[in-house]
């Protein structure tokens, strides 16, 4: 133990907290636990988590609260670890008490199955918080569900991003409500039993979960054009506790339609590829505004579809020149014979969806737009370098 004094004075604090709220009527998830061939198991889940947040406000008045977060204000470890979670916010003594007085009431509570005190279920997770106080750095994680769409094995995305097979619980045993937060039929169809998982060392603040996820997500959609969709919520951990349920960004966790895939290791190597490339359109309003059009236009319906579609291969390759020129161009990247680049151009007049994604493709991996149409107008003219470049963005 680390620091017994403070070991003493939370416990005071969940002690009171514990007499606070004896007696009281605990919401329950029900669970169901079947597997093939065996009974199936229910369990009933006391959901402490959310009662006592519920609760929370009122607790803070306390004078063992008070106790408790002075103590907590002297311990450096602690103060970095409420900044890990909360931000630089001006009020300190509530970022412990949110970070570490109210996560250690539940885990306690939990331990102990409601709010009949147990000595041995405090001590464990007193034991769990002081292993995550003094480390160095802190393990953030957020997982979403994913749908429409099936691996074998892990697939890595870079930069801590993967998708994978979920376990059987892992989501209900951090967070209880999470069976009523899931997609329909998740975890019981082919297509819905993946997740979606970012993990990062963190020093002070959380990632951008939401924005990233969302990013892997387009990732996925242009290098499989499955209906691929993640959410609808978000379950973020920090040193393996719970840190946050938050919603994922409205375009991501609606799913296109479409029939699901499974993510072979080719289209999974394409999707590593264009996943950090997605940030080129920052500084590329119309790169940005071709991958905005073409997957709103996977929600919706002819003529709208069509017309997105459009605007999305004129921003892309039409370079202020015209749905023509963006045509001429598109057949130059894609088409490899006199026959392929003709009907190319006729198709550019009415774009489908996946020749947008292709051409979507193409000029994300290649990674400079501007310097791509140079490249195609040159292979137009019949300029050397032009035709060279291109069949290599081809052969790639």
């Known amino acids: 133990m680390r620091s017994p004094h403070l070991h003493d004075t ?50 803070y008045e306390r004078d063992d609260v008070r106790e408790a977060v002075a103590d907590l204000q002297r311990e450096h470890a602690a103060r970095i670890f409420a900044r890990a979670h909360e931000g630089n916010t001006p009020d300190e003594g509530r970022a412990l008490y949110r970070s570490v007085l109210i996560p250690l009431l539940v885990r306690t509570a939990e331990c102990c199955g409601g709010f009949d005190w147990d000595d041995s279920a405090y001590d464990r997770a007193y034991e769990e918080l002081e292993s995550v106080l003094y480390r160095d750095g802190h393990a953030y994680g957020a997982v979403a ?7 074998g094995s892990e697939i890595e995305l870079g930069d801590g991003i993967r998708v994978r097979v979920a376990a059987t619980g892992e989501l209900s045993a951090m967070w209880p409500e999470a069976a009523g937060l899931l997609p329909r039929a998740f975890g019981r169809e082919p297509d819905r039993l993946c997740v979606l998982e970012l993990e990062r060392s963190v020093a002070e603040e959380a990632p951008d979960a939401p924005g990233e996820l969302a990013d892997a997500v387009t990732a996925l959609r242009l290098a499989t054009a499955a209906p691929v969709a993640a959410g609808p919520v978000l379950f973020e951990r920090l040193d393996w506790r719970p840190y946050g349920i938050r919603p994922v960004l409205p375009i991501a966790a609606t799913a296109p339609a479409g029939e699901p895939t499974r993510l072979d290791p080719f289209r999974a190597s394409v999707a590593q590829k264009l996943r950090p490339q997605l940030a080129l359109a920052d500084d590329d309003a119309k790169l940005g505004d071709a991958l905005d059009r073409w997957e709103l236009s996977l929600f919706q319906d002819d003529p709208f579809r069509g017309e997105q579609l459009k605007h999305a291969l004129d921003a892309a390759l039409g370079d202020g020149e015209g749905l023509w020129a963006a045509g001429m161009r598109a057949a130059a990247l894609l088409g490899e014979t006199a026959a392929e680049r003709a009907d ?24 400079d737009r501007r310097a791509l149409l140079r490249e195609l107008d040159g292979a137009l003219l019949g300029l050397r370098a032009g035709r060279e470049r291109v069949a290599e963005l081809r052969a790639s």
């Open 10 to 59: 939370l416990r005071r604090f969940c002690l009171g907290a514990f007499a606070s709220f004896h007696g009281a009527d605990l919401p329950f998830a029900f669970e169901e636990h079947g597997t093939y061939g065996r009974p199936t198991l229910y369990e009933y889940r006391p959901l402490v988590r959310g009662f006592i947040e519920a609760h929370a406000e009122r607790l």
């Open 145 to 151: 569900p994913l749908i429409g769409i099936s691996v």
């Open 344 to 367: 190319l151009v006729e198709r550019a007049r009415v774009p489908t969806s996946d020749l947008v994604r292709r051409l979507l493709v193409s000029v994300l991996l290649h990674g």
